[in-house]
């Protein structure tokens, strides 16, 4: 089935500075969503990009997609504490389009 | 207030056994979904389901089983045919019309412990 790759595995930065986490997959796809999850907690979800899109915002939260290239980007700017969490892009299934399917993140660790 | 609620929030089995971890919703969302996590990976899907009895299978569903006789209801039962249930469970529901995609809201999950 196919899959979003996070990467980096793990990135550490010091408030304040911007975070950038990337998910490539490998089929077409017709969105792609990102969620949060702070350590032993369920996942929020953060932002959906559709393929017709190339960018979205919400808040400090950048996302694009590049459907040539197959990834999509998420771009944290203006870092808190309380953005420390593990990222997840996530897919549509084989099954349906309401079928996700996860990468296995990447965790974000933002220093006071 | 809306949500979704999972119960236990922590879990021991011993071995052999069945145990059931329940999960509620009030959004009335049509589709759920139940979600393994192991240590440091992402999620993997059991089963989920777009209506009120009817659910399907998802990559890993050896082992368990659900029963969706509620809208708002979407009980997981794991088996003793599942080799290696220690995980966090998570159920998670969305909107379900139409063939497009929704955003999925999460339970804060059940951590099960296999004795």
């Known amino acids: 089935s196919q899959q979003g790759e996070e990467d980096p595995q793990a990135l550490s930065i010091q408030e304040g500075e911007n975070a950038t986490m990337n998910c490539s997959y490998k089929?077409?796809?017709?969105?792609l969503q990102w969620y949060r999850q702070n350590s032993g907690r369920g996942l929020v979800h953060l932002i959906l990009i559709r393929s017709n899109e190339r960018e979205k915002h919400s808040g400090r939260l950048r996302v694009t997609l590049d459907t040539s290239k197959k990834s999509s980007s998420l771009l944290i700017t203006a870092s808190r504490a309380a953005d420390t969490a593990s990222y997840f892009c996530?897919?549509?299934?084989?099954?349906?389009?309401?079928?996700?399917?996860f990468g296995s993140g990447t965790q974000l660790t933002v220093l006071p | 207030d809306g949500g979704i609620t999972q119960s236990p929030k922590y879990l021991f089995r011993k071995e052999g056994q069945n145990v059931t971890l329940s999960c509620e919703q009030n959004?009335?969302?049509?589709?759920m979904y139940w979600y393994r996590q192991d240590p440091g990976q992402g999620l993997r899907l059991i089963y989920y389901s777009q209506i009120v009895n009817d659910f399907q299978k998802g990559d890993i569903a050896e082992g368990y089983s659900v029963s969706r006789e509620k809208k708002e209801s979407f009980p997981l039962t794991v088996t003793s045919a599942q080799k290696n249930p220690t995980a966090f469970y998570l159920c998670a529901s969305s909107i379900a019309s139409g063939g497009d995609a929704y955003a999925q809201y999460f339970g804060p999950g059940t951590r099960l412990t296999v004795l």
């Open positions: 959004l009335n969302h049509d589709a």
């Open positions: 996530a897919t549509p299934g084989p099954g349906s389009a309401r079928q996700l399917t």
């Open positions: 089929t077409s796809i017709n969105n």
